[in-house]
């Protein structure tokens, strides 16, 4: 079974510009959740996505947006990048069901100048 | 508000010790907690997870115990090896939305 995957694995991107982050949830899971981990702030959750509907949101500008497709794969948007954005973003895939495991992929390491 | 806090921050233990990694939270209305591993600049990987329900989980060397009515987890590692240096994080899920409440981390390091 193929795990969590997030593309792409590394971004650069300057002050101002905007950023689309992907994430492919583990096949059968149709939630996903996305997180923002920096070495200040620690991990924060930023929203979570049900079968193409937001479920939950965390307390972030609405800079960050997201979305999810029919397939449950989803992507995250970040417009007019500050330099506190830089950041790894990570993505999980939801078991749902009594268990309701989480299952992280890698993380995307966004860097913004 | 759910606050989860892990103590120590930081651990450096010789290898082949057993030790405890202490997590506790103060709303004891949670759906389960989750033990997480995070070696440097990489995603997270899933240790344990206990249902609110349970008491303990084991898988191999690791033994994460629950006690809702204190507001407490415990990770237990079994004779320490060096691979088992990373940090460590234990997030709650709460009852009412479901939502990982997260600790900051302990970072393990074991000495050969």
């Known amino acids: 079974k193929a795990g969590v995957t997030q593309t792409p694995r590394y971004l650069i991107k300057t002050r101002g510009q905007q950023v689309t982050l992907s994430c492919s949830p583990i096949?059968?899971?149709?939630?996903v959740s996305w997180y923002q981990q920096t070495p200040g702030q620690g991990l924060q959750f930023l929203f979570e996505y049900f079968s193409e509907t937001q479920r939950n949101k965390g307390n972030f500008p609405g800079r960050f947006s997201g979305r999810q497709f029919s397939n449950s794969r989803s992507e995250m948007n970040v417009s007019t990048l500050e330099l506190g954005d830089s950041a790894l973003y990570l993505c999980a895939s939801n078991s749902g069901g009594d268990y309701n495991e989480q299952f992280f992929g890698p993380g995307t390491r966004l860097t913004v100048l | 508000k759910q606050e989860v806090t892990q103590i120590p921050a930081a651990l450096s233990v010789p290898e082949g010790e057993n030790l405890v990694l202490n997590c506790s939270f103060t709303?004891?209305?949670?759906?389960?907690l989750q033990w997480f591993r995070q070696d440097p600049g990489k995603g997270l990987t899933s240790l344990l997870l206990i249902q609110s329900s349970q008491r303990e989980q084991t898988s191999g060397r690791l033994n994460a115990s629950l006690d809702k009515s204190s507001g407490r987890s415990t990770l237990y590692i079994a004779a320490s090896q060096p691979g088992d240096s990373a940090t460590y994080l234990c997030?709650?899920?709460?009852?009412?939305?479901?939502?990982?409440?997260w600790g900051a981390g302990t970072k393990l390091i074991i000495k050969p």
């Open positions: 096949s059968g899971h149709r939630s």
């Open positions: 709303d004891s209305a949670i759906y389960n």
């Open positions: 997030a709650v899920k709460e009852a009412s939305n479901y939502q990982l409440i």
